[in-house]
């Protein structure tokens, strides 16, 4: 089984970008889709992004379609969101998984097995 951990979150303002990462640890990395979700107090984790085991395919949530893209180093193990134009309601912590769903059919929590323990994001107006 794969091990998840994320970096990369913090403060930024109204416009700002980051940059999330997911480094991996397992040797099964390379052959499984990854995605990013968020979670809002009191909510549920709701997807955000995935992208294919070869990097070819993602898929977004309408609300970050356009402003946040999904990539991803097999040499590396580390899957990466690259977020641009942040927004408050962006605020979030924000979690990767691991799955062996195709990237269109891996749209929800449970289709995912594996999970980093997450990062908060804070975005100020």
């Known amino acids: 089984q794969v091990q998840l951990v994320e970096s990369g979150g913090g403060l930024v303002q109204a416009g700002g970008s980051l940059r999330l990462s997911c480094a991996a640890s397992?040797?099964?990395?390379?052959?499984?889709?990854i995605g990013w979700f968020r979670q809002h107090p009191g909510e549920e984790r709701e997807f955000v992004a995935a992208?294919?085991?070869?990097?070819?395919?993602?898929n977004y949530a309408e609300s970050v379609k356009g402003r946040f893209t999904i990539s991803r180093d097999n040499a590396k193990n580390t899957v990466y969101l690259q977020m641009e134009s942040l927004k408050p309601e962006d605020t979030a912590v924000y979690y990767c998984?691991?799955?062996?769903?195709?990237?269109?059919?891996?749209?929800?929590?449970?289709?995912?097995?594996?999970w980093g323990q997450g990062t908060q994001v804070t975005v100020s107006s």
């Open positions: 992208i294919s085991s070869n990097g070819r395919f993602t």
């Open positions: 397992g040797r099964t990395f390379s052959s499984q889709t």
């Open positions: 998984a691991a799955t062996q769903y195709r990237v269109y059919d891996a749209t929800t929590s449970t289709a995912f097995g594996s």
